[in-house]
């Protein structure tokens, strides 16, 4: 079983039934579920807090035997924000 890291984005589309991608990001999650562990960092979970106002809201959406909480290493942190400036 391999892992998958979850974007906030797919989050946001399932927890918000955006009209245009909720079926699209909730095929998608079901089947990275059925088949690969499901893994969120620190990032994540911050950006899709701001959908909640209460923490517990927020654990109930995500749920950790469901969802599982991985640090991100500094390398990887680096990496990303030189992608994020190739992009912009």
């Known amino acids: 079983m391999g892992t998958v890291f979850i974007d ?3 989050l946001l589309d399932v927890l918000t039934e955006d009209p245009q991608w909720f079926s699209w990001s ?3 999650l079901a ?7 499901l ?6 979970y911050a950006e899709v807090s701001v959908r909640f106002s209460r923490i517990e ?3 109930a959406a995500l749920p950790a035997q469901l ?3 991985e640090p991100i290493p500094f390398e990887a942190a ?3 924000g030189k992608c994020f400036r190739a992009y912009r």
């Open 8 to 10: 906030s984005n797919i």
């Open 26 to 28: 909730s095929a998608a």
């Open 31 to 37: 089947e990275a579920a059925d088949r690969h562990r």
């Open 39 to 44: 893994v969120i960092n620190a990032v994540v």
């Open 57 to 59: 809201d927020l654990e």
């Open 67 to 69: 969802i599982e909480r």
């Open 78 to 80: 680096f990496l990303a």
